[in-house]
């Protein structure tokens, strides 16, 4: 047969007006313990409210001294920070990649496009939104190169190297031919592959 549990002893206490009987609270021992940084250290500066401003700012893809400057601290603080805290960084590398998000989300949404949303009784809710999928694209081509950027390759007759002159030795004339020969080409690519 295993051992009786010994039952724990709960003192109780009588309220004076009511008559019922209560659990009696447990009494503090020694000092009340004050938040904060722990003797010999400097309060710090980096609070949740310091924290939250510095995320805001990376996730519209501001940069560490925008950032900072937002927060109201100096950039050696957050360097700091960041040593002593290293998921900080990743964090703060994730919310930088929201914009790039954001742009993917609206140049998606300019192929589908978005209609309005109506209650049930046919009131308006959400008027439709037009998002700008050009100007989203323009963002990801500067942001993202290697898988949005236009890649331009010049090369001669036969894929061959282009010979360049020096303007030092064109004269006026063979520059402006130039310039209105590359003009044209570029004017008539743009025409032909829809850009205005």
Known sequence: MPPAKKAKKVTRRTSKKTGKVYPSKKKRTGPKKKPGPKPGE????????VIAQLEEVWSLDGSDKEACLYAGIDPATL???????????????LLKEKSILAARRCVIQGFLGRPAKFDVTGGLLDPPIKPSPELALRYLERKRKKEFGLRTEVTGAGGSPLIRTKPEDMTNEEIAAELEE????AVDWRLNNGET
Request: net charge positive.
């Open 42 to 49: 400097s309060p710090t500066v980096m609070t949740a409210k």
């Open 182 to 185: 590359r003009i044209g080409r």
């Open 79 to 93: 360097y700091r920070y960041q040593e002593k805290c290293p998921e900080f960084c990743d964090r703060k590398e």
